[in-house]
C-alpha cells in the first residue's frame, strides 16, 4: 500500500457518489482525507442527494476523515495562495477544494485525487505531486485484483452515463491507450 496520505478533491469523489458505488473506495483504504472545503463543497445545497447523503454516511461512520485548515499553518500559507493564484506564473485561481487538496498535499508530501488535471497541472508538475484519476484508480485496482474486469468496465461506463469526463469511452480504450502513459506521468503506483 502506498506511504503516502492521499487528498482528495470533490470531482475525483463525485464520480463514485453519484453512482452510488463507494465499495472500491473501501476495498482499497482504510480511510480517505477530504479537505472542509471538499466537503463543503459535496454537501452544499445544489449537490444531489445520493453525494450529500453518502459521503455524510461516510464520514460519520469514520471512514472520511474531514481535516480544517488550521489559521496559523503552513497549509493555510499554501491554500491562500493556490486559491488566489499567487503561486502560479499566470496568477490562475483556483477553487476552495482544489486549493484545500493541493495545499495539503504540498505541506503534506501527498498524493492528489484529482480529475482536474488540466487546472491543477502545474501545481502537479512544479512540487512534484503524484496524482490520482479516477481511471487510473480503477486501472490500479483491476490490476491489483481489488475489482475484476467487468466491474471496472461496469464502473467506468455508469461513470460515463453520470457525465463524469472520463478521458476515454469505455474502460478498456482508457486500459489499452493511456494507462500506460497515466503511471509514467503521475509518479507512482497505488498498490506495491
Wanted: net charge negative.
Amino acid at each position: 500500500m502506498i506511504d503516502k496520505i492521499i487528498f482528495y478533491d470533490a470531482d475525483f469523489l463525485i464520480c463514485f457518489l453519484t453512482i452510488g458505488e463507494t465499495f472500491i473506495l473501501k476495498k482499497a483504504f482504510n480511510e480517505i482525507i477530504v479537505p472542509m472545503q471538499v466537503f463543503k463543497e459535496l454537501t452544499r445545497k445544489k449537490s444531489p442527494n445520493i453525494v450529500k447523503e453518502t459521503i455524510i454516511d461516510l464520514r460519520d461512520s469514520g471512514f472520511v476523515k474531514v481535516p480544517v485548515i488550521k489559521s496559523n499553518s503552513r497549509v493555510n500559507i499554501a491554500y491562500r495562495a493556490i486559491k488566489n493564484g499567487y503561486w502560479h506564473e499566470d496568477f490562475k485561481k483556483l477553487g476552495k477544494g482544489e486549493s484545500a487538496a493541493l495545499a495539503f498535499a504540498i505541506e503534506r508530501e501527498g498524493v492528489i485525487a484529482s480529475n482536474n488535471f488540466y487546472d491543477i497541472k502545474d501545481y502537479v508538475d512544479k512540487y512534484e505531486l503524484p496524482l490520482l484519476t479516477t481511471s487510473y484508480f480503477l486501472a490500479l485496482a483491476f490490476d491489483k485484483d481489488i475489482i475484476d474486469y467487468d466491474e471496472a468496465c461496469d464502473l467506468y461506463y455508469r461513470m460515463i452515463e453520470k457525465e463524469r469526463g472520463m478521458p476515454c469511452s469505455s474502460f478498456e480504450e482508457y486500459y489499452n491507450s493511456l494507462y500506460k502513459e497515466d503511471t509514467e506521468n503521475f509518479g507512482f503506483r497505488l498498490f506495491e
